[in-house]
T-cell receptor, first 118, second 110 residues
Framework: GAVVSQHPSWVICKSGTSVKIECRSLDFQATTMFWYRQFPKQSLMLMATSNEGSKATYEQGVEKDKFLINHASLTLSTLTVTSAHPEDSSFYIC??????????????FGSGTRLTIV | GIQVEQSPPDLILQEGANSTLRCNFSDSVNNLQWFHQNPWGQLINLFYIPSGTKQNGRLSATTVATERYSLLYISSSQTTDSGVYFCAVGVAGTASKLTFGTGTRLQVTL
C-alpha cells in the first residue's frame, strides 16, 4: 500500500534556529500534500496545503513566513519552521494524496515529527 | 467553517466490551473518514464512509449524511484498540482538505 515517510521523527532545537521536516511519498506520486499540527491531547489542525510546483495555501492564522513549505517534486514536500520558539513545539504530521485518485480514499499519513524547542 | 464534534471525549473499556463512538458535523460533507491514532502518533485510515454502512472485522461504521452524523462501532475490544479515534470530513469546494473532529480517546484494559 501507499507509504509516506516523514523525517525526522523527533528533534530538539535551541530557540532561534530553523528546523526542516521532510515528507516523502515512497511508492506513489502526490500532487497535493497537507501539513498538520497537533498539540498534546488535541485534534489535528490543518496548517497548509502543499501543491507541487506552486505556492502553498495556508490556513487562516498560520504565518507563512514562519512555516515555509516547499513542494518541489511529486514525491517530496518540506516544512521549515524558521526562527523557532518554544511555542512552536508540537507534533507535526504530513499527509499525501495520490495523484489521479478520483475518490477521497487516497490519504496517507506520515508518522509525525515531535518538535521540541528549548 | 464546518464544526466536527465527537463523543464521548474519553472512554475506558474492559477487554471484550463493545463501544459506539459518535461524530456530529455541522454542514453537508462529500467525504467522511475514520482514523485511529496509535499511542506513537501514527494515523491509520479505518473507513472512507460519506454515507451508508461498512464493516471491517470487529469494526463497522455508519454515516447518516442527511442527519449529519456518523457512528463507529468497536466490538470485542482488544488492548491494541487503545488510542485516539478521529473522524475527519471534507466539504465540496475546499480542495480536498480534511477537517478533523475533536477525537475520542479510548483505553482498553485487561
Amino acid at each position: 500500500g501507499a507509504v509516506v515517510s516523514q523525517h525526522p521523527s523527533w528533534v530538539i532545537c535551541k530557540s532561534g534556529t530553523s528546523v526542516k521536516i521532510e515528507c516523502r511519498s515512497l511508492d506513489f506520486q502526490a500532487t497535493t500534500m497537507f501539513w498538520y499540527r497537533q498539540f498534546p491531547k488535541q485534534s489535528l489542525m490543518l496548517m497548509a496545503t502543499s501543491n507541487e510546483g506552486s505556492k502553498a495555501t495556508y490556513e487562516q492564522g498560520v504565518e507563512k513566513d514562519k512555516f515555509l513549505i516547499n513542494h518541489a517534486s511529486l514525491t517530496l514536500s518540506t516544512l521549515t519552521v524558521t526562527s523557532a520558539h518554544p511555542e512552536d513545539s508540537s507534533f507535526y504530521i504530513c499527509s499525501a494524496r495520490e495523484s489521479g485518485t478520483g475518490g477521497h480514499y487516497g490519504y496517507t499519513f506520515g508518522s509525525g515529527t515531535r518538535l521540541t524547542i528549548v | 467553517g464546518i464544526q466536527v464534534e465527537q463523543s464521548p471525549p474519553d472512554l475506558i473499556l474492559q477487554e471484550g466490551a463493545n463501544s459506539t463512538l459518535r461524530c456530529n458535523f455541522s454542514d453537508s460533507v462529500n467525504n467522511l473518514q475514520w482514523f485511529h491514532q496509535n499511542p506513537w502518533g501514527q494515523l491509520i485510515n479505518l473507513f472512507y464512509i460519506p454515507s451508508g454502512t461498512k464493516q471491517n472485522g470487529r469494526l463497522s461504521a455508519t454515516t447518516v449524511a442527511t442527519e449529519r452524523y456518523s457512528l463507529l462501532y468497536i466490538s470485542s475490544s482488544q488492548t491494541t484498540d487503545s488510542g485516539v479515534y478521529f473522524c475527519a470530513v471534507g466539504v465540496a469546494g475546499t480542495a480536498s482538505k480534511l477537517t478533523f473532529g475533536t477525537g475520542t480517546r479510548l483505553q482498553v484494559t485487561l
